[in-house]
């Protein structure tokens, strides 16, 4: 059973930055987008930032020109740079890997931004 494994969450000042990293405990065949969500309290879970099979980045419009997607296929790793933080980035980040069979979902990591 594959499962994701997020790290690198934790509390930090408005305008700090913070790296999420994301590994697979085994490889994912056949990938076609991998990515980052976030649910804060009380509202639903959102996009924050995918890269795609053919190397392609999407990334939400709230967070645009402070994060950053990357990924390491060696290392099975997926990196999430965030920088110039805001309260309203506070929330649980989610790890997504999805295949041609199903979805992957981590477990989360809190990230919390104080004013």
């Known amino acids: 059973q594959v499962q994701l494994v997020e790290s690198g969450g934790g509390l930090v000042q408005a305008g700090g930055s913070l790296q999420l990293s994301c590994t697979a405990t085994?490889?994912?065949?056949?990938?076609?987008?991998m990515g980052w969500y976030r649910q804060a309290p009380t509202k639903e879970r959102e996009l924050v930032a995918l890269s795609k099979e053919d190397g392609t980045t999407q990334v939400s419009d709230s967070v645009k020109d402070r994060f950053t997607i990357s990924r390491d296929n060696d290392k099975r790793l997926l990196i999430l740079q965030m920088s110039n933080l805001k309260p309203d980035d506070t929330g649980v980040y989610f790890c997504?890997?999805?295949?041609?069979?199903?979805?992957?979902w981590g477990q989360g990591t809190q990230v919390t931004v104080s004013s």
């Open positions: 997504y890997v999805r295949n041609v069979v199903r979805e992957y």
């Open positions: 085994r490889t994912i065949f056949d990938w076609e987008v």
